[in-house]
């Protein structure tokens, strides 16, 4: 299986943190948040991996190179200047990916989610992995009924993780250019073909300052 690491937005919420650093770039414990995704997909012993880049993108080509390092093979998928969000990257670097299902993660995460216990063939067009909804998305995305998720307007939502296997397919219809994810699982959630699970281990979203400290602080008082 092969893997596409999203690292070309602005991070925008962490600026000034990113004038003049990339957020996957950005530290914490003894390393780079992007380097946790590499090191745990390398565990895993998925070792193709795609990284999409924008924005500062030739830094984090220089700093991770071809891969080599952390023990896997790096290829990039250039954006240009402007971003093309989720949808619209994942789209552009399929010439990368391949033609069987793949796996997907947000740079600016952090987890201790397992990449060895996800379907290596999702039951419809994509699998995703939910968790609990954090204090700074308290509403969710998500329903997960019977390991299929709904787009429902109930109490039992649950956040999507930014961690989901797709299938090619899911994008058959789609175009280059900028475009997000979220309407395409949605119109896939009508047909049952978006499956699911909902993650209770360590997840954090560092998509502030705040909570980029908060990590940092937590890794530090393990090391």
């Known amino acids: 299986m092969k893997a596409l690491i999203l690292s070309a937005g602005r991070g925008e919420r962490m600026r000034p943190l990113t004038d003049d650093t990339p957020k996957p770039l950005l530290r914490a414990g003894d390393r780079a948040l992007i380097e946790y995704q590499l090191d745990a997909l390398a565990l895993a ?19 991770l190179g071809d891969g080599t390092h952390y023990g896997v093979r790096i290829a990039y998928s250039e954006e240009g200047p402007r971003a093309l969000e989720t949808g619209g990257g994942i789209f552009k670097a399929l010439p990368l990916l391949g033609s069987a299902a793949f796996l997907v993660v947000n740079s600016d995460i952090w987890t201790d989610y397992p ?97 980029l400290a908060e990590l940092d602080r937590m890794l530090l008082e393990r090391m």
């Open 45 to 63: 012993g998925i070792r193709d991996i795609v990284i999409n880049l924008s924005y500062l993108g030739t830094q984090i080509r220089a700093a």
């Open 115 to 211: 990449y060895t216990e996800l379907p290596a063939q999702p039951a419809g067009l994509a699998h995703l992995v939910m968790v609990s909804n954090p204090t700074h998305h308290p509403h969710g995305d998500f329903v997960l009924e019977h390991g299929k998720l709904y787009d429902k307007p109930e109490d039992t939502r649950l956040t999507f993780s930014g961690i989901g296997i797709y299938q090619p397919a899911l994008f058959a219809d789609c175009k280059p250019g900028a475009f997000p994810l979220a309407p395409l699982l949605r119109r896939a959630m009508v047909n049952d073909q978006i499956s699911g699970e909902h993650y209770r281990g360590e997840w954090l979203d560092i998509g502030t300052p705040a909570r």
